[in-house]
Nanobody, 114 residues
Framework: VQLQASGGGLVQAGGSLRLSCAAS????????MRWYRQAPGKQREMVAV???????HYADSVKGRFTIYRDNAKNTVYLQMNSLKADDTAVYYC?????????WGQGTLVTVSS
């Protein structure tokens, strides 16, 4: 299974970005998909989760600003990020739970200028 993340970049505070993560390969049994992020000098943290049934969960720091959704036909998960803050600056990673096995995509850098 390969996870290809894209969509990062430089944005001003208050702006928006949409991250994408496409899963390819043998994806039978794909369960939840998640976004994590890791800011410089900090531990990796979970940002948002979406289950195979479409249920979502968000970190408190992004509730009301970020939306995770998935296109099952395209095996792609998205993270719509609005009202971005400087504290959202980090490398964002997508994660897939496939038959209870973890898979990570490469990171995509999001930089929010204040």
């Amino acid at each position: 299974v390969q996870l290809q993340a894209s969509g990062g970049g430089l944005v001003q505070a208050g702006g928006s970005l949409r991250l994408s993560c496409a899963a390819s390969g043998s994806i039978f049994g794909l369960n939840s998909m998640r976004w994590y992020r890791q800011a410089p000098g900090k531990q990796r943290e979970m940002v948002a989760v979406i289950t195979s049934g479409g249920s979502t969960h968000y970190a408190d720091s992004v509730k009301g600003r970020f939306t995770i959704y998935r296109d099952n036909a395209k095996n792609t998960v998205y993270l719509q990020m609005n009202s971005l803050k400087a504290d959202d600056t980090a490398v964002y990673y997508c994660y897939a739970d496939l038959a209870s096995m973890p898979y990570w995509g490469q990171g995509t850098l999001v930089t929010v200028s204040s």
